[in-house]
């Protein structure tokens, strides 16, 4: 009976349409109406108008802001696969038993029971100019005076980038690492494959999956992100999330609006992009 | 209700809440005829001045309710610009009242209503706080202060018997230093760019206070004359924004501050030496025995103030209500409260008695305490022998050199600020 199982399927599927219609949908629509709005300096008003649009694409703030949100996303995007594929690559084949597997991945939660605010902020009296990084060197007497590029600088931004979402870049490696059929290793060792040959012909390859999925993560997060660039920064650097949270703060939504469709469109060509790659839906 | 077998359903017993909800807010007016008991005055404002502790003294002296709702400076103004029906009286800045004022969603005092009327600081109503001073730039109180006649949408530029706005919490702010780091006297706002303290200044990041004090730096340095610190034109704006962007490249700040906690924990840690500072921050300081000046600047303060104002759509007993909280605020109490905090009140010889002469010498008069000056909160913030940075009042408010403002290019400057911080 094909007719009711079509029927059984589009009421499989009816709950799950309705709330992202109502929760994701009909938000993005807001979004993008709004952005056609104006605003006086307390209130806004529906409009038709490109004003917010030509501003932006007219300022070249937006142009340096976005080109530090691109240098950001890039730099954390390349630090976590590279620490997130070696870390995933030991628990796969390095760590023998499940349990120990289970454990070391649990491990890596750890950081996950705070608030990610916390994780951040806990840098702060870490890399200060009196903090624990600066009075160790100094007591070790590797530097003679404090590092200032420490804290409120690009590499604090970074370095908290990177810590707060290296995990999850080994999630989804270590989710596809763990199906690689160890035959096909074995095989290839067989076969007279060097490590490094193994590595770039069987494993990378059949890896690619989770590194894209790891990659959309990384990049929505840190493209999305505006708490981190403010307090490591000092406030003093800018990405894109920082502008929209600055109109936010001085009432002008249709502003904020259009910026947020700018980044919204940016991100879904990059990940559209990805996804030509690689067929995920194939390789999972 | 007596009755030992309770058997009400759910819906009768939220009816019952319900009519006695209304009763007791909406229709008590009505049936015990005016008594001033019943009335309910909901007030919105920025949290520095929505203090519960009033509230409470509110009711105990005075027998109505005060509502108090807590929010940000722009949800402030949005609010007070576009829903007059959300509140009675509404407790603003001086610059938002010149933004709101406009709308008509206030209404002028009757000041013949207001007792203590002749004894409000002159700051708030000819301007001068001794007949030599000249009224400061920016929104100075006694430029938006008044009215000609009700209903005016116009400020009046002398005193009348309509006033917009009665004070009540105002201070004078300057930059913050660590006097044991920097180790020697600081006396211009031009220091915030001297290179002697690369790497270790800060200004806060909040366009319409941050551009108060670049202005203030640029003029103590000799790089621009402004006509009105309070009301730059274009070019002015460019100038000032181009000095500090200059600066910040070549490494000037630590960082930038958007919250009180990061100003305190800037200074505190010794990252920052000399920045913008608010005066609780400063005692917030001070409490971690650090020491931390508020220093007095040749150049003057920049100020602050904020008032209380009445809704267009109050009137009747709820009107009268408002008078009588507006004429018990500046009795004293509420000013012995803010004083003890380090700010000042409209009516600063009322306090006097609600605080004992020790207080009264040391926040007020500048003098040196006598023994250990405490908080409302019962923090110690001074021993004896020590003196207000800046000193008495009148040596404080006597040196106001502009007042926190809104400007005419107000979304140029809040653009060029934004590219001031992603340069």
């Given amino acids: 009976m094909p007719r009711s199982n079509t029927t059984i399927g589009w009421l499989m599927a009816a709950p799950l349409t309705a709330v992202l219609a109502a929760f994701l949908v009909l938000p993005i629509i807001m979004i993008v109406i709004v952005s056609f709005w104006g605003a006086t300096e307390f209130s806004i008003y529906p409009a038709f108008e490109f004003d917010n649009y030509r501003f932006l694409f007219g300022s070249a703030v937006t142009w340096q802001v976005f080109g530090t949100t691109f240098r950001y996303a890039l730099i954390t995007w390349a630090l976590t696969l590279g620490i997130g594929f070696t870390v995933a690559y030991f628990l796969a084949f390095h760590v023998r038993t499940l349990t120990m597997q289970i454990t070391l991945a649990l491990i890596c939660t750890v950081p996950f029971w705070t608030s990610n605010i916390i994780r951040m902020i806990s840098w702060v009296p870490f890399l200060g100019r009196n903090g624990i990084a600066n009075q160790s060197l100094l007591s070790m007497g590797i530097i003679d005076q404090p590092l200032e590029w420490l804290l409120f600088s690009d590499f604090s931004v970074l370095l908290t980038f990177v810590h707060i979402n290296t995990f999850f870049m080994i999630v989804p490696i270590l989710n596809t690492m763990l199906r690689i059929d160890k035959s096909l290793v074995e095989a290839a060792r067989d076969g007279g494959a060097s490590g490094l040959q193994i590595l770039t012909n069987v494993i990378i390859p059949l890896t690619k999956p989770g590194i894209m999925i790891g990659t959309i993560f990384v990049l929505t997060l840190v493209m999305g992100d505006f708490v981190t660039v403010r307090f490591m920064s000092g406030s003093q650097s800018a990405n894109v999330g920082r502008l929209i949270s600055n109109d936010v703060g001085l009432l002008q939504y249709p502003s904020a609006a259009a910026t947020s469709v700018v980044l919204l469109c940016t991100v879904l060509i990059i990940v559209a992009g990805l996804l030509r790659l690689v067929d995920i839906r194939k390789e999972l | ?417 934004n590219e001031f911080i992603a340069a």
């Fill in chain 2, 1 to 417: 209700m007596s009755k030992p077998r309770i058997s009400y359903t759910r819906r009768s017993l939220l009816k019952g809440a319900a009519t006695f909800t209304a009763a007791s807010t909406l229709g008590a007016p009505m049936i015990w005829a005016q008594d001033i008991k019943d009335v309910t005055l909901r007030q919105f404002g920025t949290g520095v001045s929505n203090l519960n502790d009033v509230a409470v003294k509110v009711k105990e002296d005075l027998g109505f309710t005060l509502e108090m709702t807590a929010l940000d400076s722009d949800a402030v103004t949005q609010r007070a610009a576009t829903q007059p029906e959300s509140f009675d009286i509404a407790d603003i800045e001086y610059w938002i009242c010149k933004k709101v004022w406009p709308t008509g969603n206030l209404q002028a005092m009757d000041t013949s209503k207001i007792k203590l009327f002749d004894k409000i600081s002159p700051v708030f109503t000819t301007g001068k706080l001794t007949p030599e001073s000249v009224v400061a730039q920016g929104t100075a109180p006694s430029t938006v202060g008044f009215i000609s006649e009700p209903g005016s949408t116009e400020f009046a530029k002398e005193v009348t018997g309509w006033m917009t706005l009665i004070p009540t919490i105002y201070n004078a702010d300057t930059l913050g230093i660590r006097p044991d780091l920097i180790g020697r006297p600081i006396e211009s706002w031009a220091e915030l760019l001297n290179p002697e303290f690369k790497g270790k200044a800060s200004i806060l990041d909040i366009s319409s206070i941050g551009i108060m004090d670049m202005a203030m730096v640029c003029e103590a340095m000799g790089e621009i004359k402004y006509a009105d610190k309070g009301n730059m034109t274009t070019e002015e704006i460019d100038k000032t924004i181009a000095i500090f962007t200059e600066a910040k490249k070549a490494g000037q700040f630590r960082a930038f501050w958007k919250s009180f906690d990061e100003s305190v924990n800037l200074m505190a840690s010794g990252e920052v030496v000399i920045q913008s500072m608010w005066s609780p921050a400063i005692t917030a300081v001070k409490a971690q025995g650090i020491p931390c000046v508020y220093q007095p600047l040749k150049e003057g303060y920049r100020s602050w103030g904020g008032g209380l104002g009445l809704s267009a759509k109050l009137e009747g007993i709820a009107l009268d209500a408002a008078y009588e909280y507006i004429n018990w605020y500046i009795s004293g109490w509420v000013g012995g409260y803010l004083m003890r905090q380090g700010y000042y009140s409209a009516v600063p010889e009322t306090s006097k008695e609600f605080m004992d002469a020790n207080e009264w010498g040391y926040w007020y008069e500048g003098k040196a305490a006598t023994a250990d000056i405490v908080s409302p909160t019962g923090q110690k913030l001074a021993g004896a022998g020590d003196t207000r940075d800046g000193g008495s009042y009148m040596d404080r408010m006597g040196a106001v050199a502009c007042w926190n403002s809104v400007m005419d290019e107000n979304q140029y400057m809040v653009r060029k600020w």
